[in-house]
């Protein structure tokens, strides 16, 4: 599971003494050097890519190396404390290495870094379990249907739900400030984007409303009504929302985007300006200095890397090739990242059940 910054420094002391190698996104490389980083035992890929390459390396080091391999299937951090959907591709690198499979859960790592504030800690109490949840017998007769099927299961987690079920506390006064950067629809207006955030308290700038989060994690309104007192439930409203706008042939944007290249550990590149569109067909990026373009199908990206306040930058989505890394943020304005995920999650399971009905 991938909730947060903590699991990178969690993992590790759950598996001591034991040596693990884990599969990395190339920027943890340009943030710490490839020669330390490799000999931590990073292994690299991009995110949300077919990478034949990885499954050599991969191979590599169980077989010859005999380290356990540390995969985050989801590949990217949660939005707030709740699983996000494997693809099939997860029970056919089961499948094809055949080795007893080990699922970390976490608690508490989100909670005390959440992504759309990690710049702040919060003091929660963390805690890790290992399971196995599957040993080459069962591998070798199950489905990579199946197995993908028992690792989803496996995954689900919510850990607002944990927070209350346990009686935890964040005393941290500011402890929703951020949290309207994945709130982004007003459930009372239906306005996107006027959602604001200070200290404990969420204000929608076009009907006023406002919601204060408690130190257990629950949403009330300051008028005293609320249709989400859950903030997964809220989340979850945005993502019909964006699939009602799908199935109607609604959903499109264009917009003005700066984009930055990571094509190696060595750091960043400045690519300058380009136009972003995502649709049904997918997401797509032209380059102005270039003309250069790129497009990423909706039926093979299952799911979106984003960041909030990136490096200070603000909020951005990365899009990735065998080669490089975009990371794209808007020229002006605000990069809706977080509906642009929603939205590219959405259009891959509208995708996969038309072809599976065909």
């Known amino acids: 599971m991938h909730q947060g910054f903590a699991d990178y420094f969690i993992t590790p002391l759950a598996l001591f003494p ?4 884990y599969v990395s996104d190339m920027e943890g490389f340009a943030n710490y050097g490839k020669w330390l980083y490799s000999r931590i035992g990073g292994i690299a890929t991009r995110r949300f890519v077919g990478d034949v390459s990885l499954i050599h390396n991969i191979r590599h080091v169980t077989e010859n190396n ?3 391999i540390v995969i985050f299937p989801e590949a990217r951090h949660s939005n707030v404390g709740t699983n996000s959907l494997l693809p099939e591709s997860t029970g056919k690198l089961i499948k094809l290495l055949k080795l007893p499979v080990v699922v970390q859960k976490l608690n508490g790592s989100y909670l005390s870094s959440p ?10 109490p963390l805690r890790s379990t290992l399971e196995k949840v599957l040993d080459p017998a069962e591998i070798e007769r199950l489905s990579t249907k199946e197995l993908t099927e028992i690792i989803n ?4 987690y919510d850990e607002y739900r944990w927070q209350y079920d346990n009686n935890i506390s964040v005393e941290y006064p500011a402890r929703a400030e951020g949290l309207h950067k994945v709130l982004y629809l007003c459930p009372n207006c239906g306005t996107e984007y006027e959602i604001e955030s200070c200290g404990h308290i969420l204000n929608c700038r076009a009907c006023k409303k406002q919601w204060e989060m408690d130190r257990f994690g629950q949403l009330a309104g300051m008028d005293g009504t609320a249709r989400f007192t859950h903030i997964p439930d809220w989340y979850e409203f945005q993502r019909a929302e964006v699939k009602k706008q ?9 917009l003005e985007v700066i984009i930055d290249a990571l094509p190696n550990e060595k750091g960043f590149v400045h690519l300058g300006y380009g136009i972003f569109e995502h649709n049904q067909e997918g997401l797509h990026l032209s380059f102005t200095s270039t003309g250069e373009e790129k497009h990423f199908s909706s039926a093979t990206m299952h799911s979106l890397h984003t960041e909030y306040d990136y490096r200070s930058f603000g909020d951005c989505i990365v899009l990735s090739t065998v080669d490089c890394c975009y990371y794209i943020h808007a020229r002006t304005g605000t990069l809706p990242v977080t ?10 399971k509208v995708l996969l059940w038309e072809a599976k009905i065909r």
């Open 246 to 254: 799908i199935k109607r042939g609604e959903y499109r944007l264009k």
């Open 153 to 156: 299961q496996h995954f689900t």
């Open 18 to 21: 034991n040596r693990a190698s």
């Open 66 to 68: 005999r380290d356990i």
């Open 339 to 348: 509906k642009i995920h929603l939205a590219t999650e959405e259009l891959y």
């Open 115 to 124: 992504i759309w504030d990690e710049k702040h800690n919060r003091k929660v």
